[in-house]
């Protein structure tokens, strides 16, 4: 069951949660205007309320580095296929080639599936090692860091 749990919690981190479109729209057009680095910042701040919000021990705070790690690094890579996105966007207003389209979103999927498993390898240490009470603050965490990650396609 605890398994079940985590990867579920990891999957809706990396691949989200459905929203309405109106609030998607919304969410991307506040984006339109970061940079990667800015973006990753506050993926930073979200991580490390996550961590603040667990109150971890000594011996869990030996899991969280590779946790923070892969967290940060899916983070970097979103935030920069989202850049790119954005611009390749900006220069295809005509429509773009459907066929090169298909080909980036299975390549897009292809990293996501890479992401959720990099991700489920350095969260399993860290979620072993907390107690039931910090392992539902985790998982309503991840899911609700997974809302705001929406905005990668």
Partial sequence: MKKVLLTATVAALISGVGVAGSAFAENRADRAALTANQIVAESDARTAHVKA???????????????????????KARADRLVAF????????????????????????????????????????????LDDQQKKKFANELIGLSREREIDE
């Avoid at 080639?97 to 996501?112: P, S, T, W």
């Fill in 86 to 129: 954005q611009a390749e966007h900006e220069k295809r207003k005509d429509g773009g080639d459907v066929i090169q389209y298909l080909n980036d979103h299975a390549k897009f999927l292809g990293e996501r599936s890479a992401n959720v498993k990099k991700l489920a390898d350095a969260a399993q240490p860290l979620y072993a090692s």
């Fill in 53 to 75: 919000d667990l109150r971890l021990t000594p011996d869990q705070e030996k899991n969280w580095p590779g946790f923070e790690s892969a967290v940060h690094d899916i983070d």
